[in-house]
C-alpha cells in the first residue's frame, strides 16, 4: 500500500471520531419492522415512511429510530416531535 493511501486512511480514522463534520442531507432506507419491510427517505431535511401510520401522522416508529441512529449527523433539526 503506498504511502498517500495510508494516510487517507488515518485522516478517515480521525474524521469517524468527529460526526459533527458530517451533514446527512438526504439518504434512503430500507427498514426492517416487526412485520414489514419500509421505505424511509430523508429529502431536504423531511422525513418520509411509507408505512400506515407515518401517512396519517408525519412521524413513525421508524423515522424515530432512524432519527436516534444518526442523531448528530443529521442537518439541522428535522425532529417533528420530542423523542426523548
Ligand atoms: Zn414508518
Redesign the pocket.
Known sequence: MDSSIIGKIEKARQYAEEKDRVNITSFTAK?QGNHNQ?D?RLEEGAWR???H??ATRDV????MALQRILDEMLTGDPEPVSIS
Open positions: 427498514f419500509y424511509v415512511c411509507d408505512c401510520f407515518f413513525c416508529s421508524h423515522t
